[in-house]
């Protein structure tokens, strides 16, 4: 009993002293006018000391990814610190490798602007915007996902590729905070963004997303993402998702379909059970039209004795291993919760698909 009140004594303790050391730091302490130089030179601001990087870079309108909303919980805003940045913190270490660390890499939101710093960002994260859009339509797609069209209004175009991102803005009791939702929608229908929403029980954003109404306005920063689809007619096209995982499949196929219309391409979709299913019927009409382009889904879950079925059964990754040859030139894009994405890449690798060419997102 004495064991345990002093253990609570010292860990209340240590708490205060923490509370009063990050108030005084922002009460007392003035770190004055600090330089923050980007891209050695390309982009020199000049801010007020003492905010983390990631809200010094967003007051300027430098949109880092940051799905956890600076929270040091998602690791999405890695940049390179140069110089002024301070040591590593622990708060760093969970989600930078040692070869990250060795070249200055940081989480943006764990690094307080402090003295003079110097950044490397990415160009093409310089590019990203912040834009005003409307709720053009909302549908429900199953028990829990919804399909959400957003009409942009300033700017009214966006130019995105397919597998990109944007991160939504959505309100909360701290704040604002954002969320990262894949696009769905094609890129050559620049003025629209559909996004579909997976809803997480008492999740921030996409309770808000899913109750979003006709009209109302929605703003995000965008598009984010590396995935870069092969200009290569001859490399087929492998996508595969499960669960919400299926905006950014949606937006490769049709942009492949679209650009290249006899292009190979296989969408490989694992839901758990029938009520899971959605979009299939608009893929078996896509599939009459391109007959290079192929459709599965796979149910994970046994049916009920009622329920009819004639697509594949089992986790996705069998259907994969099923279905394909090895030897194809290909290029790969997964998409959804981290078991499916290794248990895939595993099979793809098998088909002989080099592990450079099998990009994803886990979510
Ligand atoms: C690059 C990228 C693209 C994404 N694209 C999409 C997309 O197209 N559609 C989509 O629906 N989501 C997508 N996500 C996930 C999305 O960003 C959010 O993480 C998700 O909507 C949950 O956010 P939230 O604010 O609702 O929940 P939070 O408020 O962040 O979390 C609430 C609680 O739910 C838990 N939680 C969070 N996510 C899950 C989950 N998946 N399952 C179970 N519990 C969870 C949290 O740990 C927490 O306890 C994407 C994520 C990334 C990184
Ligand atoms: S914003 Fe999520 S870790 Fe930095």
């Not at 923490?18 to 923050?36: P, Q």
């Not at 602007?113 to 990415?122: A, F, G, K, S, T």
């Not at 594949?312 to 499916?340: S, Y």
């Amino acid at each position: 009993m004495v064991y345990l009140w002093s253990v609570l004594s010292f860990a209340s303790l240590s708490m205060a002293l923490a509370g009063l050391l990050i108030v005084s730091e922002r009460l007392l302490i003035s770190y004055g006018i600090c330089k923050l130089d980007i891209n050695a030179g390309k982009k020199p601001l000049e801010l007020e000391g003492g905010q983390t990087l990631l809200a010094s870079l967003y007051a300027n309108e430098i949109f880092i990814p940051s799905a956890c909303g600076g929270k040091g919980s998602c690791g999405h805003c890695k940049i390179t610190v140069t110089s002024g940045g301070g040591p590593v913190l622990p708060t760093e270490t969970p989600y930078l490798s040692r070869k990250e660390i060795r070249s200055n890499m940081r989480l943006a939101c764990q690094v307080k602007v402090r003295e003079d710093i110097y950044v490397r960002i990415p160009e093409e994260l310089l590019d990203v915007r912040m834009f005003v859009s409307s709720v053009e339509s909302t549908r429900e797609l199953t028990h829990d996902i919804k399909e959400i069209m957003l009409r942009l209004n300033d700017p009214a175009e966006i130019e995105h590729l397919p597998g990109q991102y944007v991160q939504v803005q959505a309100p909360s009791p701290d704040g604002p905070v954002f969320r990262a939702y894949s696009i769905s929608s094609p890129a050559y229908e620049p003025n629209i963004v559909e996004l579909v929403i997976k809803l997480i029980p008492g999740g921030i954003g996409s309770t808000y997303l899913h109750n979003l109404k006709v009209g109302e306005e929605v703003v995000f920063t965008g598009p984010y993402g590396e995935f870069h689809l092969s200009e290569d007619p001859n490399i087929e096209i492998i996508c595969v998702g499960g669960g919400c995982g299926m905006a950014p499949m949606k937006n490769i196929i049709y942009t492949l379909h679209d650009r290249w219309p006899e292009r190979s391409c296989w969408l490989f979709f694992g839901c758990r059970t029938t009520e899971d299913i959605f979009y299939l019927e608009q893929f078996k009409e896509l599939e009459k039209k391109h007959p290079n382009f192929h459709v599965l889904y796979a149910l994970s879950d046994a049916l009920d004795p009622d329920e009819k079925w004639d697509g594949e059964t089992g986790f996705i990754h069998l259907a994969v291993d099923k279905h394909l040859e090895a030897g194809v030139p290909r290029q790969a894009f997964l998409c959804g919760p981290p078991p499916m994405i290794e248990a895939v890449t595993r099979a793809l690798e098998e088909k002989g698909i080099k592990s450079e060419d099998i990009f994803y997102d886990e979510f």
